[in-house]
């Protein structure tokens, strides 16, 4: 709709935790010598954890506090959609073979050493709908 007034509509946590968990891919967002990075990343939720796999180096688990992971389904010729963003702390999957296993469930998006899986364990869970009034 060309022209229609847009609106958000903030949606519950525990619908947000549903789109969440019906989505595959999303962005990680870090802090990385001061700077804000973006990275793709496919997950998947997991007893109430994000499990992560993306183009981002294993030491941001080390040195970030929180991490942000957002994930979004927009319609842009229609202006609908949804929007989600959960945060929390980080840690790398270390166990080998919890790692193996994610690593052949969730596609990467590169290979070699900042091919990395992780675990979030998100504190705050939130999102929006997306409308024309």
């Known amino acids: 709709m060309r ?3 847009r609106r958000l509509a903030e949606i519950s946590g525990a619908e ?8 595959r891919s999303g962005r990680l967002v870090y ?3 001061g700077a ?6 496919a997950h998947l939720l997991e007893y109430g954890r994000l499990i992560v796999r993306a ?3 294993e ?15 927009v319609n842009a010729a229609s202006g609908r959609g949804w929007t989600v ?4 702390p980080v840690e790398a999957v270390a166990d ?38």
Request: hydrophobic share 40%; proline share 6%.
């Open 59 to 73: 030491e941001i688990a080390e040195t970030d506090a929180e991490v942000t992971y957002q994930v979004d389904e």
């Open 55 to 57: 183009p981002a180096p």
């Open 96 to 133: 080998p073979y919890e790692h193996g296993h994610y690593r052949r469930v969730l596609r990467g998006w590169a290979h070699g050493r900042h091919d990395s899986v992780l675990r979030i364990m998100p504190h705050t869970v939130h999102g929006f709908r997306l409308a024309n009034r």
């Open 36 to 41: 804000t990075v973006l990275r793709p990343a």
């Open 31 to 33: 802090t990385r010598r």
């Open 16 to 23: 947000a935790l549903w789109l969440l968990a019906g989505s």
């Open 3 to 5: 022209g229609a007034e």
């Open 85 to 88: 963003t959960a945060a929390g």
